[in-house]
C-alpha cells in the first residue's frame, strides 16, 4: 500500500518557522507525515515524460483575503520579514544558474590531460597533410586523385565501417535515465564518477571555508529541515534514499544552490533572501536534488566527450583543407561554436527541463505547494526587468529563460497537484499564488502610471518604489 504523511505548510503555521525560530519548523514537521506516495513507472508517458530544456525563481498561498495586508514569510539573516518584494532588493546576474558550470560536467583527471592532447594532435595531424599535399608534384596529386576516383567505394566503404563503429559504440552505452525512463548516453561509470565527485567538494569546501554557517544558524536549520523532508518523503526512490544528503549554507549574496553527485548540499543566503516562502525554497531545492539523482552530471560530461571525439575528425579535416593556419583558426572557432550552441547548449537546456519536472514531482510528494514554482521564475524575470538587465535570448544560454520556464512549470502543476492529493496531503487554502502575483502586478502598474514623470522626483526611473501589500 501507498504510505504516505504530511507536512502541513498551509495558513498561519507556515507563518511561524520562517521568522528565524527553527523550533517551530521542527516542530511543524514532527506533527506531520511524509509521503511515500510512488507514481508507476509504467505511466511514464504522462507523469515521467521527459521536458526537454536546459541554474541556477513567487508568493505563498494564503488562507487570509486578498484585500488584506500579509506579510510574507521570507527567510533572513534577522529573521523578520522585509516590507518589500524579496527578489526586488538583490543584485541578480544575468548569468544567474542554479546548477555551477562545475556541476554541470565535471570530468576525470584523464581526459584533462587527453582532451587537449587529442585536439593538438588532430590540428598537427591536419596541418603535416595539408603541407605535405602542396609540397607534392603536380602529376603526382593528378595520380592520387585518380587513384581516389577509381577506389570510391572502398573509401566510402571505409568512412561507413568507421560510422557503424561509432553508432554502435552509442547504442552500447545508452542508459535508462532514473524516474524518467529516457534513454541517455553514459560514458562513465556512476560510482565512479560520483568518488571524483568528491574532489569538487573538496574544492568548494576550501573556497568557501571562512563562510559556512554553522549548524546552529536559523537558515542552516531551515534547509537542514526541508532537505531532509523531501529526502524523507522520496526515499521510496532508490536513487534518493541511497544517497547522504549532507547540508552547506555558504554566507554569499549570489543567488545560487547546487548538489553534487555524491549529495552533497550548497546553498548561498543569497538565494534564501531571493525566495519567499518555504514553498519556493523546497522546489528549488527539489530541482537540485533532481540533478543528482538523474545524474545529469555524468550523463552531460559523456555526451561533451563523445561529440568532442567525433569534433576531432572534422578538426583534422579542417586544418588539412583550409589553405592557411589563420583561416583553419578560423574554422575551428566556428566548429567549436557549432557544437557548443547546437548540442551543448540545448543539452543542458534538456537537462534543466527534466530536473524542474522531478523536481516538482518531489516537491508535490512533500505536499510542498507547487503553485508557487511557477511565481518564482515570474519574480526572477521582473527582478531583471526593473534591473533593467539585458534580455538575452535563450539560445545563447544554458538554462531556459525565466519566462519560459514559468509557462513549463505551469504545464507541469496540474499533474503535480494530482500527485500531491495521491499523497493525502492537507487541500491548499486561500487564492493561488500565481493569482495574487498577478493581481500584485496589476497593482505595481497602475501606481507607476500615478506616480507622474521620472523628473517630478528625485527617485531613480529604475529603480520604482516596491511599497504594494502581498501574500
Same mark, same amino acid.
Given at each position: 500500500?501507498?504510505?504516505?504523511?504530511?507536512?502541513?505548510?498551509?495558513? *498561519?503555521?507556515?507563518?511561524?518557522? =520562517?521568522?528565524?525560530?527553527?523550533?517551530?519548523?521542527? *516542530?511543524?514537521?514532527?506533527?506531520?507525515?511524509?509521503?511515500?506516495?510512488?507514481?508507476?513507472?509504467?505511466?511514464?508517458?504522462?507523469?515521467?515524460?521527459?521536458?526537454?530544456?536546459?541554474?541556477?525563481?513567487?508568493?505563498?498561498?494564503?488562507?487570509?483575503?486578498?484585500?488584506?495586508?500579509?506579510?510574507?514569510?521570507?527567510?533572513?539573516?534577522?529573521?523578520?520579514?522585509?516590507?518589500?518584494?524579496?527578489?526586488?532588493?538583490?543584485?541578480?546576474?544575468?548569468?544567474?544558474?542554479?546548477?555551477?558550470?562545475?556541476?554541470?560536467?565535471?570530468?576525470?583527471?584523464?581526459?584533462?590531460?587527453?582532451?587537449? +592532447?587529442?585536439?593538438?594532435?588532430?590540428?598537427?595531424?591536419?596541418?603535416?597533410?595539408?603541407?605535405? $599535399?602542396?609540397?607534392?608534384?603536380?602529376?603526382?596529386?593528378?595520380?592520387?586523385?585518380?587513384?581516389?576516383?577509381?577506389?570510391?567505394?572502398?573509401?566510402? /566503404?571505409?568512412?561507413?565501417?568507421?560510422?557503424?563503429?561509432?553508432?554502435?559504440?552509442?547504442?552500447?552505452? /545508452?542508459?535508462?535515465?532514473?524516474?524518467?525512463?529516457?534513454?541517455?548516453?553514459?560514458?562513465?561509470?556512476?560510482?565512479?564518477?560520483?568518488? #571524483?565527485?568528491?574532489?569538487?567538494?573538496?574544492?568548494?569546501?576550501?573556497?568557501?571555508?571562512?563562510?559556512?554557517?554553522?549548524?546552529?544558524?536559523?537558515?542552516?536549520?531551515?534547509?537542514?529541515?526541508?532537505?531532509?523532508?523531501?529526502?524523507?518523503?522520496?526515499?521510496?526512490?532508490?536513487?534518493?534514499?541511497?544517497?547522504?544528503?549532507?547540508?552547506?549554507?555558504?554566507?554569499?549574496?549570489?543567488?545560487?544552490?547546487?548538489?553534487?553527485?555524491?549529495?552533497?548540499?550548497?546553498?548561498?543566503?543569497?538565494? #534564501?533572501?531571493?525566495?519567499?516562502?518555504?514553498?519556493?525554497?523546497?522546489?528549488?531545492?527539489?530541482?537540485?536534488?533532481?540533478?543528482?539523482?538523474?545524474?545529469?552530471?555524468?550523463?552531460?560530461?559523456?555526451?561533451?566527450?563523445?561529440?568532442?571525439?567525433?569534433?576531432?575528425?572534422?578538426?583534422?579535416?579542417? $586544418?588539412?583543407?583550409?589553405?592557411?593556419?589563420? =583561416? +583553419?583558426?578560423?574554422?575551428?572557432?566556428?566548429?567549436?561554436?557549432?557544437?557548443?550552441?547546437?548540442?551543448?547548449?540545448?543539452?543542458?537546456?534538456?537537462?534543466?527541463?527534466?530536473?524542474?519536472?522531478?523536481?516538482?514531482?518531489?516537491?508535490?510528494?512533500?505536499?510542498?505547494?507547487?503553485?508557487?514554482?511557477?511565481?518564482?521564475?515570474?519574480?526572477?524575470?521582473?527582478?531583471?526587468?526593473?534591473?533593467?538587465?539585458?534580455?538575452?535570448?535563450? $539560445? =545563447?544560454?544554458?538554462?531556459?529563460?525565466?519566462?519560459?520556464? +514559468?509557462?513549463?512549470?505551469?504545464?507541469?502543476?496540474?499533474?503535480?497537484?494530482?500527485?500531491?492529493?495521491?499523497?493525502?496531503?492537507?487541500? =491548499?487554502?486561500?487564492?493561488?499564488?500565481?493569482?495574487?502575483?498577478?493581481?500584485?502586478?496589476?497593482? #505595481?502598474?497602475? @501606481?507607476?502610471?500615478?506616480?507622474?514623470?521620472?523628473? @517630478?522626483?528625485?527617485?531613480?526611473?529604475?529603480?520604482?518604489?516596491?511599497?504594494?501589500?502581498?501574500?
Amino acid at each position: 500500500r501507498n504510505r504516505c504523511q504530511r507536512l502541513d505548510l498551509s495558513g *498561519n503555521a507556515r507563518n511561524c518557522f =520562517l521568522a528565524g525560530n527553527p523550533d517551530s519548523y521542527r *516542530n511543524l514537521i514532527g506533527k506531520g507525515l511524509r509521503c511515500l506516495w510512488h507514481v508507476p513507472h509504467t505511466s511514464g508517458q504522462e507523469v515521467y515524460r521527459n521536458a526537454n530544456h536546459s541554474l541556477g525563481r513567487f508568493f505563498s498561498q494564503s488562507s487570509q483575503p486578498l484585500g488584506e495586508k500579509i506579510p510574507s514569510p521570507l527567510i533572513s539573516s534577522v529573521g523578520q520579514p522585509p516590507h518589500h518584494f524579496p527578489a526586488w532588493n538583490i543584485q541578480i546576474n544575468r548569468s544567474f544558474r542554479i546548477s555551477p558550470s562545475l556541476q554541470a560536467a565535471p570530468v576525470p583527471l584523464f581526459w584533462i590531460i587527453v582532451k587537449p +592532447a587529442q585536439k593538438l594532435f588532430a590540428i598537427i595531424l591536419g596541418r603535416s597533410i595539408r603541407n605535405w $599535399w602542396k609540397a607534392l608534384p603536380p602529376n603526382k596529386r593528378e595520380l592520387f586523385k585518380e587513384s581516389a576516383r577509381k577506389n570510391k567505394w572502398k573509401i566510402l /566503404l571505409g568512412v561507413s565501417s568507421l560510422g557503424v563503429v561509432f553508432v554502435m559504440f552509442y547504442f552500447t552505452h /545508452l542508459e535508462e535515465t532514473p524516474i524518467t525512463g529516457r534513454a541517455r548516453l553514459l560514458v562513465f561509470g556512476k560510482e565512479h564518477f560520483r568518488e #571524483l565527485s568528491q574532489m569538487e567538494y573538496d574544492m568548494w569546501m576550501e573556497q568557501f571555508k571562512s563562510q559556512m554557517l554553522p549548524e546552529t544558524d536559523a537558515r542552516y536549520q531551515v534547509v537542514e529541515r526541508v532537505v531532509g523532508h523531501l529526502s524523507e518523503s522520496n526515499k521510496d526512490i532508490p536513487q534518493v534514499s541511497a544517497l547522504k544528503w549532507v547540508i552547506h549554507v555558504v554566507d554569499e549574496p549570489g543567488v545560487n544552490a547546487f548538489v553534487l553527485p555524491n549529495g552533497q548540499v550548497f546553498v548561498f543566503t543569497g538565494l #534564501l533572501d531571493a525566495v519567499s516562502d518555504i514553498h519556493q525554497l523546497s522546489f528549488i531545492l527539489g530541482h537540485e536534488i533532481a540533478h543528482a539523482v538523474l545524474e545529469h552530471a555524468a550523463e552531460k560530461a559523456s555526451l561533451v566527450h563523445f561529440l568532442d571525439f567525433l569534433s576531432l575528425i572534422f578538426l583534422t579535416m579542417i $586544418w588539412a583543407i583550409c589553405p592557411r593556419d589563420s =583561416l +583553419a583558426v578560423v574554422g575551428q572557432w566556428i566548429q567549436s561554436k557549432l557544437q557548443e550552441f547546437m548540442f551543448d547548449r540545448p543539452y543542458s537546456r534538456t537537462l534543466e527541463a527534466e530536473a524542474d519536472k522531478v523536481g516538482l514531482q518531489f516537491a508535490a510528494k512533500a505536499c510542498v505547494d507547487v503553485r508557487a514554482s511557477s511565481v518564482f521564475w515570474q519574480q526572477m524575470e521582473l527582478a531583471e526587468t526593473i534591473q533593467g538587465q539585458p534580455k538575452l535570448p535563450e $539560445w =545563447l544560454s544554458t538554462h531556459p529563460s525565466h519566462e519560459n520556464r +514559468a509557462e513549463h512549470l505551469d504545464r507541469l502543476i496540474p499533474e503535480a497537484l494530482k500527485i500531491r492529493e495521491s499523497c493525502n496531503c492537507p487541500s =491548499l487554502s486561500g487564492p493561488d499564488p500565481r493569482l495574487i502575483f498577478k493581481l500584485n502586478m496589476q497593482h #505595481l502598474l497602475e @501606481s507607476s502610471k500615478g506616480r507622474g514623470p521620472p523628473n @517630478s522626483t528625485k527617485q531613480d526611473p529604475s529603480k520604482p518604489k516596491l511599497d504594494f501589500p502581498h501574500a
